[in-house]
């Protein structure tokens, strides 16, 4: 069973950048989706990039887009996700998730998940 384990949150102020990270075990990145997911405080939980075991495409959330980029450091058997000129609205608990399949933007979908990483922009 694959098993995912996030970290790299922490508070920073608006505009600067952040990077997260999220160390797979019990499975490879050529094998299993990889996606980000946040949590705002007292909303549901928010699709935020995704990026396939195949070919490496990649998706994002129109809020992030442009701003955030996901990828894979396939040596460490990771999933990052840089963020970069951060806002407050970005403010939440991210949670990586892992899948056999590309499962878009619904969570419900997507099988595997972390316990999160807090991630606060001050303004």
């Known amino acids: 069973q694959v098993h995912v384990v996030e970290s790299g949150g922490g508070l920073v102020h608006s505009g600067q950048s952040l990077r997260l990270s999220c160390a797979v075990s019990g499975g490879t990145l050529d094998t299993y989706a990889m996606a980000w997911f946040r949590q705002p405080p007292g909303k549901e939980r928010q699709f935020v990039a995704a990026?396939?075991?195949?070919?490496?495409?990649?998706r994002y959330a129109e809020s992030v887009n442009g701003r955030f980029t996901i990828s894979r450091a396939i040596a460490k058997n990771t999933v990052l996700l840089q963020m970069n000129n951060l806002k407050v609205a970005d403010t939440a608990v991210y949670f990586c998730a892992a899948d056999e399949i590309m499962s878009g933007s619904s969570a419900f979908k997507w099988n595997y998940w972390g316990q999160g990483t807090q991630v606060t922009v001050s303004s």
């Open positions: 990026i396939s075991a195949s070919d490496q495409a990649t």
